[in-house]
């Protein structure tokens, strides 16, 4: 269905009207967010908007596939031939033969669309060495391929496949996707901290920064630290975007002339590593970690 067609989620869908009709979509994509979010919708919807030949203007005034075209009624139907769908098997997982043929098909020019289309669906099902014959493809996709994977289970993929997509999180209501704004503010100020300094007294007050807001370690304040430790990893995947020079949507456009000042900071492996070290952090807390240890320990690896 067409973007128009989706219920909620408009500030997310807007942005990705936006980045396609400037050409600017990242092809690497990672769609996350609960079960009943339109994920998957959301997929089809993009690869219609990018291959329909007749785009019309949505009542948000953004261009969207029209909807009713040969190309995106196959695309809705699951038979166009350079959208490509990859599925849990019957065993409920997606094996390295699976991913070994869409990278193969994916490396010749589509057939007939502007632009070929592989959907993970499930990609939480994807094996281990499944997602390690991804890794090459995404970080250089094919030049006239995207890739989307959709999941409700976002950490259950390894932190090097995560880091090679810009992942946009589908919420369960009008309006997912948006970070707290305060969550924002003190994630950029704990990543100005690290990319300003290796001397470790001095960025172990971004673990403080961390800390301020938060209390004995009750449930509302792990769910407030996680809140902190996904708007820090929101803003190092654009950190790496702009260190690339890529002209690609960001999460977060309009927190853009704080993520230039870090982005050389967090460039290359020095921003994965930091990715990482934030994703181990979320892990931790829903293990229960202490919450000054955790902050101290991802400060350092910063």
């Not at 038979?79 to 098909?105: K, N, T, W, Y």
Request: aromatic share 4%.
């Amino acid at each position: 269905m067409p973007f128009r067609d989706i219920t909620g989620h408009r500030r997310l869908l807007g942005l990705l009207a936006r980045s396609i009709h400037r050409g600017t979509l990242p092809p690497s994509l990672i769609f996350a967010g609960p079960p009943a979010a339109a994920k998957r919708a959301t997929a089809v919807a993009v690869a219609q908007a990018l291959n329909c030949p007749s785009p019309v203007e949505s009542p948000a005034g953004h261009a969207d596939a029209c909807g009713r075209c040969s190309p995106c009624t196959r695309i809705a139907r699951a038979v166009h031939p350079d959208v490509l769908v990859v599925e849990p098997d019957e065993r409920g997982s997606i094996r390295m033969e699976h991913v070994r043929d869409i990278v193969d098909r994916a490396a010749y020019r589509p057939f007939e669309a502007k632009r070929r289309v592989v959907i993970v669906d499930q990609a939480d099902a994807l094996v281990v060495p499944a997602q390690h014959a991804l890794l090459k493809t995404l970080e250089e996709p094919p030049s006239s391929s995207d890739f989307i994977l959709v999941t409700s289970r976002p950490d259950t993929l390894l932190a090097t496949v995560r880091s090679r997509c810009i992942r946009l999180a589908f919420g369960d209501r009008e309006g997912p996707g948006d970070e707290d704004p305060g969550a924002r503010e003190v994630a950029q100020r704990v990543l100005a901290h690290g990319a300003a300094t290796s001397d470790a007294g001095r960025r172990l007050d971004g673990a403080k920064e961390l800390l301020a807001k938060i209390g004995a370690g009750r449930s509302g304040d792990r769910d407030q630290l996680a809140a902190y430790l996904r708007a820090m990893a929101s803003l190092l995947r654009d950190a790496q975007v702009v260190a690339a020079g890529a002209d690609a949507v960001l999460a977060n456009p309009d927190a853009r002339p704080a993520v230039e000042r870090f982005a050389a900071a967090y460039r290359g492996e020095r921003g994965v590593r930091a990715f990482t070290a934030i994703d181990r952090a979320l892990e931790a807390l829903k293990a229960n970690a202490g919450f000054k240890v955790l902050a101290d320990w991802v400060v350092l690896q910063l």
